[in-house]
């Protein structure tokens, strides 16, 4: 099996066109409710936070991504990793198709479980875990936990003996966005000792776990995660233990799903066979490109542009910003691009004369005090934009709500507003 060639050449399935039309219908559905929605405010005349940021979240495209999974990664059943967006409407999709969920507190599992799933549908996906949140899981039967280290054994043998453990190991996430190894996952040294305690304590491995890192770039991580994994395998069975399960983690996305799936795929058809079952905890692959934020201009101040004082540049303050749903610029290392949604100019963005709008250059901030809250440093956009105005930012899906603050009295809490472009995720969700 010559896994260097390049997998897309094997695995070149996004849907066709077939889906490439309905994302295009999707995203005009996305934008009329948008617009609707935004029209709807007077800035002058409104309640207090009536003007307050707000999602549309497109199940249709949840629904997408699943399918796309499903074609290229038949084999790997997805366990959403709830921490990435806990919506309930995701969590209750998530559900209705079969998918099993990664959670990492407490509270995540009470909101998987919410759904109405079974216990066995749960991973506890966290190698060092809160007590009180084990005695938890083991009240209400969740079983299946990750574990990297001897203390953690030790903890697991006294407060949940039954549970079945898989040994997270650590992989070379280096090209990843969020790299997680320095963290958590055993080396390839340590794995035999924890396999051997764990023997000895008379616990049970059924699986190992691994993660190359959220937003990766480099699709081969997959193949030494899998090599070493079929490495651990075979330690495990020799100590006696009987592992049935791979969890490959997270890791995927939108741009990139088909390149790292054809690498996983042969990876996983070389190393382990069909009996092995192969679960995965994608996140941000679901949901990312499924939420578009809109949020208002509150203020404009107009400067000179620091890279021609000769001209007029514009600071532009919205009502959402790094403490709240563009927490993602910060935690999660996105860079979400403004785009112009609704504007009182004459000659609206997107109108037939909108050709004729001459761009103007803005830095766009957050509505709180901290010179730190600033979504875009420098940005072209058409018109003279100007308060009151809306601006809206795809791919705003994955950690974002689920990491904003209530930092300076601004809301945590925005409202989503829910459609489906795919009639598979409307008849799931009743829409
Ligand atoms: N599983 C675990 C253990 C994680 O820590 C994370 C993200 O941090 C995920 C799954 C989800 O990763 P992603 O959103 O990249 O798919």
């Given at each position: 099996n010559d896994i260097s060639r390049d997998p897309l050449a094997v695995v070149n399935n996004h849907g066709g066109d077939e889906f490439l039309q309905s994302r295009l219908t999707a995203k005009d559905l996305v934008m009329d409710l948008l617009?609707?929605?935004?029209?709807?405010?007077?800035v002058d005349r409104c309640e207090a936070g009536e003007e307050d940021a707000f999602y549309v979240a497109d199940m249709g495209e949840v629904y997408r991504q699943h399918m796309r999974w499903?074609?290229?990664?038949?084999?790997?059943?997805?366990?959403?990793?709830?921490?990435?967006n806990p919506d309930p409407e995701v969590l209750r999709l998530m559900a209705q198709l079969g998918n099993g969920f990664d959670c990492a507190s407490k509270s995540e599992i009470v909101m998987a479980l919410q759904t109405g799933i079974d216990p066995s549908r749960i991973i506890y996906a966290q190698p060092c875990k809160t007590k009180s949140y084990l005695r938890y899981a083991k009240e209400v039967g969740?079983?299946?936990?990750?574990?990297?280290?001897?203390?953690?054994?030790?903890k697991i043998k006294a407060t949940f003996p039954d549970a079945e453990l898989y040994l997270r190991i650590l992989t070379d996430d280096s090209t990843s966005l969020c790299r997680l190894s320095?963290?958590?996952?055993?080396?390839?040294?340590?794995?035999?000792?924890l396999l051997d305690l764990a023997r000895q304590l008379e616990l049970k491995v059924v699986g190992v776990s691994f993660h190359v890192g959220s937003?990766?770039?480099?699709?081969?991580?997959?193949?030494?995660?899998?090599?070493?994994?079929?490495?651990?395998?075979?330690?495990?069975?020799e100590i006696g233990h009987e592992l049935h399960t791979l969890d490959v983690g997270g890791g995927f996305c939108h741009e990139t799903f088909e390149k790292f799936s054809g690498y996983l795929s042969e990876a996983l058809e070389t190393y382990f066979p069909p009996s092995v079952r192969i679960i995965a905890e994608p996140g941000r692959y679901y949901v990312a490109s499924a939420f578009t934020l809109a949020a208002n201009v509150i203020a404009r101040r107009d400067v000179p542009d620091p890279l021609d004082p000769s001209r007029d540049a514009y600071m532009l303050y919205l009502n959402d910003g790094v403490y709240g749903n563009f927490s993602n610029i910060i935690f999660d290392h996105q860079h979400p691009i403004a785009q112009v949604l609704l504007s009182a100019?004459?000659?609206?963005?997107?109108?037939?004369?909108?050709?004729?709008?001459?761009?103007?250059?803005?830095?766009?901030?957050?509505?709180t005090c901290d010179g730190i809250d600033v979504i875009s440093e420098?940005?072209?956009?058409?018109?003279?934009?100007?308060?009151?105005?809306?601006?809206?930012?795809?791919?705003?899906?994955?950690?974002?709500?689920?990491?904003a603050t209530r930092f300076n009295g601004f809301s945590d809490n925005h409202e989503v507003i829910y459609i489906s472009s795919e009639t598979g995720a409307s008849a799931l969700l009743n829409y």
């Open positions: 617009k609707k929605r935004a029209a709807e405010v007077d499903k074609m290229n990664l038949g084999r790997v059943k997805p366990f959403y990793a709830v921490k990435c969740v079983k299946q936990m990750t574990f990297d280290n001897a203390d953690e054994l030790y320095m963290k958590f996952g055993a080396s390839m040294d340590v794995a035999p000792q937003g990766a770039e480099d699709p081969r991580a997959f193949l030494k995660a899998v090599q070493d994994a079929r490495l651990v395998f075979d330690q495990a069975t100019a004459d000659s609206q963005p997107g109108s037939p004369d909108s050709a004729n709008l001459e761009n103007n250059s803005y830095s766009i901030w957050g509505p420098r940005i072209d956009l058409p018109g003279l934009l100007n308060t009151g105005d809306w601006l809206y930012f795809e791919d705003m899906g994955a950690y974002t709500k689920c990491s």
